[in-house]
């Protein structure tokens, strides 16, 4: 398996979730289980049911993070050489060539990935034609509607 590469805030994130999945959903479950079996008859207890497959999920989501946390790796953009070039963690600004408006992306794992938030996975097109570029460059977007040109205004660590 591969690794998962992560902003420190993603790994903070993520390891956040896992105790709450452990320490507030699990024990909620169990014991949503436990109140449903006191019904009665498990055949035909929906309450008892939706409890289990509740706890289905989330026994899954624990898996499924634990395995994300065993094989993240953490990239800390600021102990970076910044030398500023368009790698994953960095915030960058961008004009599109055509209509002059700018825009702002951080290029983070996939889990952080946000759109509305300007949080782009280091895998999505535009994260891909931005990587190794610099202030001043110019990187042309391969898009659905068509290539998009972009001219690279700034390159942060932050």
């Known amino acids: 398996m591969e690794n998962i590469p992560m902003t420190v805030f993603g ?13 507030v959903s699990r024990p ?3 014991e ?16 008892y049911h939706a409890a289990k497959e509740e706890q ?4 899954g ?6 395995s994300k946390l065993s094989r993240m790796q953490v990239i800390d953009v600021t102990k970076l050489n910044q030398d500023g070039r368009c790698v994953f963690g960095t ?5 599109n060539i055509e209509d002059d408006s700018e825009t702002t992306y951080k290029i983070v794992g996939e889990d952080e990935a946000d759109i509305i938030l300007g949080k782009i996975s280091c895998h999505s097109p535009i994260a891909s034609a931005l990587m190794g570029n610099e202030e001043g460059d110019e990187v ?3 898009a659905p509607k068509g290539d998009i040109v972009y001219e690279v205004l700034s390159v942060e660590y932050i």
């Open 56 to 59: 289905g999920f989330i026994e």
């Open 91 to 95: 915030t960058i600004t961008l004009m």
């Open 61 to 66: 989501r624990i898996k499924e993070v634990e």
């Open 11 to 23: 790994a903070k994130v993520l390891e956040a979730e896992l105790l709450k999945l452990k320490n």
């Open 28 to 30: 909620r479950i169990i």
């Open 140 to 142: 042309t977007v391969k």
């Open 32 to 47: 949503n289980i436990v109140t449903a079996r006191a019904h009665g008859d498990l055949k035909e207890n929906a309450e």
